[in-house]
């Protein structure tokens, strides 16, 4: 028994690397625009995270050189703090991301994590470090628990359960008659919209979700249970209704606290990040501004107009605004 034993562990260890690295594959796809050209520099050792302090020093890139989105761009995402990156349409937040995962390489200045510059550590190593919730998540035509533990294939379900829990996700599975079994993908149901909508319909059990939102909630369980150092939401919580939003960013909130994660949100809508510990104001590929809600509210500046404007939006919905207030 023990001889077998040995072989089919590692097999099985081998396995799980695979499964992670397909995971990894699958963010990797959601961010799309793949450069195959990064390569990984010769006896280049892991990454070594002390507390998870990105900086971006003099960083010009663009997609083709004739057109930089980036110009000499410096920022630091201190360790173990909640920072929102935001900005216009277009002024190359998602790319930060894209070069932070290495899919492509600065064309000048360079990226450093815990002060190692990105392009001298193991791509693996430094993809496992970043966990992302895109803003659309494939899902697997495999069950809502497969679903769940791809962020970690090692995890119990008690600890699928407990993630499905902190992401706001078991109210929902608690409405599918199969449950954690329910099949998800295309060839099993559909995990948001119209047909979530139908099975409450169908249940008679109509809650205040139903405009979708579960993808969205299954990739942070899938994040919950990965439990990277650096993390990223990329407009992750948008299609949720703002009750949901609220209870759920509450949620991150404390993980990220308790386990003093570092965390990069990138947002269009101010209420959603307007706690952060620092906030950067992107334009014209590089920052305009950057400080506390309270600090650039004073400074009167790009952040100041947008809040403004923003909040004369929200205004219209009374219930917006207090739960906002909340957060
Ligand atoms: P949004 O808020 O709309 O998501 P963003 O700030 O995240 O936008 P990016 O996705 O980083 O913006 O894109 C920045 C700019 O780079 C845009 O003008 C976009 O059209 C361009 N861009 C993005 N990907 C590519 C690509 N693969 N090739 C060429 N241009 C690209």
């Not at 659309?136 to 294939?153: A, K």
């Not at 109509?206 to 990277?228: C, F, H, M, N, Y």
């Not at 993980?255 to 101010?270: C, G, P």
């Not at 309270?294 to 205004?315: C, H, P, R, T």
């Amino acid at each position: 028994v023990f001889q077998l034993s040995v072989p089919l562990n590692f097999l099985g260890s081998v396995y799980r690397e695979l499964r992670q690295s397909l995971l990894d594959m699958e963010t990797l796809f959601n961010l799309q625009k793949v450069n195959v050209a990064v390569k990984e520099k010769e006896g280049a050792k892991p990454l070594l995270l002390t507390g998870g302090e990105i900086r971006f020093e003099n960083v010009t890139f663009g997609y083709t050189p004739a057109r930089p989105i980036l110009k000499n761009l410096t920022l630091t995402i201190p360790a173990g703090k909640k920072v929102a990156i935001v900005g216009p349409s277009g002024c190359g937040k998602s790319t930060i991301l894209r070069l932070l995962f290495r899919f492509y390489d600065v064309q000048e200045g360079r990226i450093l994590i815990d002060g190692q510059d990105i392009r001298d550590v193991s791509l693996e190593s430094l993809r496992k470090a970043i966990g992302v919730v895109p803003q659309d998540t494939p899902l697997f035509n495999n069950t809502i628990e497969h679903n769940i533990r791809y962020g970690n294939m090692e995890a119990s379900p008690e600890q699928v359960r407990a993630a499905a829990e902190r992401a706001r996700l078991s109210e929902t599975i608690a409405h599918f008659p199969e449950g954690y079994q329910t099949m998800v993908g295309e060839r099993g149901m559909m995990i948001s919209g119209m047909r979530t909508a139908q099975v409450y319909e169908e249940k008679k059990n109509v809650v205040d979700d139903r405009t979708g939102g579960e993808k969205q909630r299954l990739a942070i369980s899938r994040l919950i249970l990965k439990d990277p150092p650096l993390l990223f939401f990329d407009e992750a919580t948008s299609a949720l209704d703002t009750h949901t939003e609220t209870t759920l960013l509450q949620n991150i909130n404390s993980i990220l606290k308790e386990k003093k994660r570092t965390s990069v949100f990138v947002a269009h809508r101010l209420r959603t990040i307007y706690d952060s510990d620092l906030i950067i104001v992107l334009s014209g590929g590089q920052v305009a501004e950057s400080g506390t809600h309270e600090n650039l509210i004073d400074k009167g500046g790009v952040y100041s107009e947008l809040w403004s404007a923003q909040e004369m939006k929200f205004g219209d919905n009374a219930e917006d605004v207090a739960l906002a207030e909340d957060v």
